[in-house]
Nanobody
């Protein structure tokens, strides 16, 4: 019923920049928190950055000052601007969204994940 589709991944040299986007579509009443996670080979998935519907942001320490999360509520889209990329940023990046939909007079909500987009930073 709801799909999250990421775009913008690829290969970039260390020190370069890249912008990821994640668009939600389907039966959506509203989207609360949205976030980006990443998972490197052999490691657990970790939070990169999150943003509330009102725009409050939080970042993992390892990206502070380099990455910026933003969102367009009208487009149900969240972005991740990544600057000064490091080899250690290489991972599959996933977006996550807390989506609500209406069922009769009631609202239901669920966490959705995108399929992931590969970001590879080379030396």
């Amino acid at each position: 019923q709801v799909q999250l589709v990421e775009s913008g991944g690829g290969l970039v040299q260390a020190g370069g920049s890249m912008r990821l986007a994640c668009a939600a579509s389907g039966n959506i009443f509203s989207i609360d928190d949205m976030a980006w996670y990443r998972q490197a080979p052999g490691k657990q998935r970790e939070l990169v950055a999150g943003i509330s519907r009102s725009g409050a942001r939080n970042y993992a320490d390892f990206v502070k000052g380099r990455f910026t999360i933003s969102r367009d509520n009208a487009k149900n889209t969240v972005y991740l601007q990544m600057n000064n990329l490091k080899i250690g940023d290489t991972a599959v990046y996933y977006c996550n969204a807390d989506v609500s939909w209406q069922v009769g007079p009631a609202l239901k909500s669920k966490d959705y994940w995108g399929q992931g987009t590969q970001v590879t930073v080379s030396s």
